[in-house]
């Protein structure tokens, strides 16, 4: 059997180390994602100090409705407009990212991840460090239509921290980095750099940090069997909106203002979770592990698990 032992000429090394036979490599793809990414956050930055004049660092202790919205919503749009970028350099509709509006049941999905995977789960977890001694719920501290008002104003605020924080992480980074390395090896890699994000919220322990590494693969294998980020989006922020609103309990360490209950926490910190919330407790670093395990029985019978790599256009 013969070898090829031609040598190889400089345009042909370049060739091979920018290109395979799907197109661009994924590591070059993400370098100019990134790239894009960051540009788009230069020109932001640029027009709000033009309008706005400059700020110091926020030194943020407490989350309000109006900061969130601007904040993630600001944050999502240039995940959006970097992701477009990628969509025309590939020839590929940005559905394929995880965020598809037609063609899946997309509100169904949302409902369901809110609802049952994120605000029920949250209960689960505090009638349980209730019935441990640890958790009260304290008395209403909204009234009347405050109480519309702020549910609502957290509802569309926490729509987009998970809008954006998927996206971020979960959305066109991981649908390529998975096109180099694999599916599962990208869900891990940005599953610790979701927990490492983390790290420098108030007050946040290594129970807590843990558990945001264990809800990002339960995100990822949302995405593996559904073939959206829909559900995960909905997981997300009900999660979130049963914490900083409904409940009242801290988010990472973050009091929110606005919230209907005042709750109080009574008992060592890896039941309670400390300062961190919830997040913080071994109760839900169980109950995230276990929610993995119930998902992959319930969902993988439902359909074919998520392509990820799809050949480019031309």
Not at 81 to 98: C, K, N, T, V, W
Not at 268 to 278: F, N, Q
Request: with cysteine; proline share 4%; glycine share 14%.
């Amino acid at each position: 059997m013969e070898t090829d032992t031609a040598p190889r000429t400089p345009s042909s090394l370049l060739n091979i180390a920018l290109f395979n036979d799907r197109g661009l490599r994924a590591g070059w793809r993400l370098l100019i994602y990134i790239g894009v990414l960051f540009l788009c956050r230069l020109l932001a930055v640029g027009l709000l100090e033009h309008f706005f004049g400059k700020r110091g660092q926020l030194n943020v202790t407490e989350m309000t409705p109006g900061f969130t919205i601007f904040g993630d919503g600001v944050f999502f749009l240039l995940l959006l407009l970097a992701a477009f970028a990628m969509s025309r350099i590939e020839r590929r509709s940005m559905a394929e990212y995880g965020l598809p509006l037609k063609g899946q049941p997309v509100l169904s999905r949302f409902i369901v991840g809110y609802i049952a995977w994120g605000f029920l789960s949250l209960t689960i977890v505090l009638l349980i460090i209730r019935l441990l001694h640890g958790f009260s719920f304290g008395q209403l501290t909204l009234h009347g239509g405050q109480i519309a008002i702020f549910g609502l104003e957290w509802a569309f605020a926490f729509l987009l921290v998970g809008l954006a924080e998927e996206y971020l992480l979960r959305g066109y980074f991981l649908y390529t980095l998975a096109d180099g390395i694999g599916f599962w090896p990208a869900a891990i890699f940005m599953a610790v750099l979701f927990g490492l994000g983390h790290a420098g919220n108030p007050g946040e322990s290594r129970i807590g940090l843990i558990g945001t590494v264990v809800f990002a693969l339960f995100a990822s294998l949302t995405l593996r069997l559904t073939g959206n980020l829909w559900l995960a989006v909905g997981a997300h922020a009900g999660w979130d909106w049963g914490q900083s609103f409904f409940y009242g309990v801290s988010d990472s360490g973050l009091a929110a203002r606005g919230h209907l209950l005042q709750p109080s926490f009574h008992g060592p910190a890896w039941l309670t979770g400390g300062s961190v919330g919830p997040e913080g407790s071994v109760v839900t670093l169980v109950l995230w592990g276990m929610m993995i395990v119930l998902f992959a029985l319930v969902y993988r019978r439902r359909g074919p698990a998520l392509v990820v790599v799809t050949e480019t256009k031309t």
